[in-house]
């Protein structure tokens, strides 16, 4: 092909041009490592040799069998439920405080974008550091409201580690839902609420009449985002507790990575990395189905 040709289809009223660079990296980055991960499922690295021997369906069958994802996506699910939760009340609570017009509202709603700019890594990292039983900021102002003993390591504690891992998650990612919900509401009509108020409705009826139904899909697609990405929990959970104490946190993400990188079972990994995206296709569709969501 010639220049000429080239400079004729780039000024052209084709789409090629413009797609082919992202239907380019769309194969390289997605469609060849998903299906790459499917072929090394049924297959298993083997040290010896430094080659991949194929094994058909065992990893799928040793994973059925693994009491130790079941006990991970255990972890999992819980630890998915309650961050949503606590987000979705959180970021609504305080998106309707921000929904106002007052002097320096505007700076807090800047400032709330700022831990969003952290990396995961990072903020677990600090929070490692403000959660130490003996250093720690965090546990000793929770111990002077006698909500943690001050001797008590909430890391190392079975029955508090994931709440510590929380902590870190529900600080960085509740903003995101507060600017979420925040653009929902600002994008409201006013006219149902004047009518409201001149029938006589109170705060909360309004909001559970009117606020609500409207924000519905809004609520639903930030519901969506944040559920696909509470799902793979991995930079919190590695950084802080490394899973432990005993499997107190210990994620299917976390699990899928030390089985592939530590135990070098990568046939083995890639079946984790599988089924874990199955399960959050599979849970996403049935949500946009049951909640209606048009994108």
Excluded: C
Excluded at 8 to 31: N, Q, Y
Excluded at 164 to 183: D, H, K, N, R, S
């Amino acid at each position: 092909m010639s220049i000429a040709q080239v400079k004729r289809i780039a000024i052209s009223d084709s789409p090629w041009p413009w797609l082919l660079p992202l239907i380019a990296l769309l194969v390289v980055f997605t469609i060849y490592p998903f299906f790459y991960n499917i072929w090394l499922s049924f297959h298993e690295f083997v040290p010896k040799s430094r080659g991949l021997k194929f094994v058909g369906v065992d990893n799928w069958i040793q994973l059925w069998n693994d009491s130790r994802f079941w006990g991970a996506l255990g972890v999992t699910f819980l630890y998915f439920a309650v961050a949503l939760i606590i987000e979705i009340t959180l970021g609504m609570a305080i998106a309707l405080l921000l929904d106002a017009e007052l002097p320096g509202f505007g700076m807090l709603r800047a400032v709330l974008s700022m831990t969003l700019v952290i990396p995961p890594a990072i903020a677990g990292m600090m929070f490692l550091l403000m959660e130490d039983s003996q250093f720690g900021a965090l546990s000793y102002l929770l111990g002077l409201v006698g909500l943690l003993d001050k001797a008590t390591p909430m890391l190392a504690t079975s029955s508090l580690a994931l709440i510590g891992v929380l902590i870190a998650e529900v600080w960085q990612w509740t903003p995101f839902m507060v600017l979420i919900f925040l653009a929902g509401l600002r994008s409201l009509p006013a006219e149902p609420y004047e009518a409201a108020m001149i029938d006589g409705a109170s705060s909360l009826q309004m909001f559970r009449r009117l606020t609500l139904p409207m924000m519905s899909r809004v609520i639903a697609v930030a519901v969506l985002l944040r559920g696909i990405d509470l799902f793979r929990v991995f930079d919190y959970v590695f950084v802080m507790t490394s899973g432990g104490p005993g499997t107190a946190t210990y994620t299917v993400s976390l699990y899928a990575w030390q089985q592939t990188f530590s135990f070098l079972k990568w046939g083995y990994g890639a079946t984790l990395s599988l089924t874990s995206l199955i399960i959050v296709m599979v849970m996403a569709n049935i949500f946009i189905r049951v909640a209606k969501v048009r994108w």
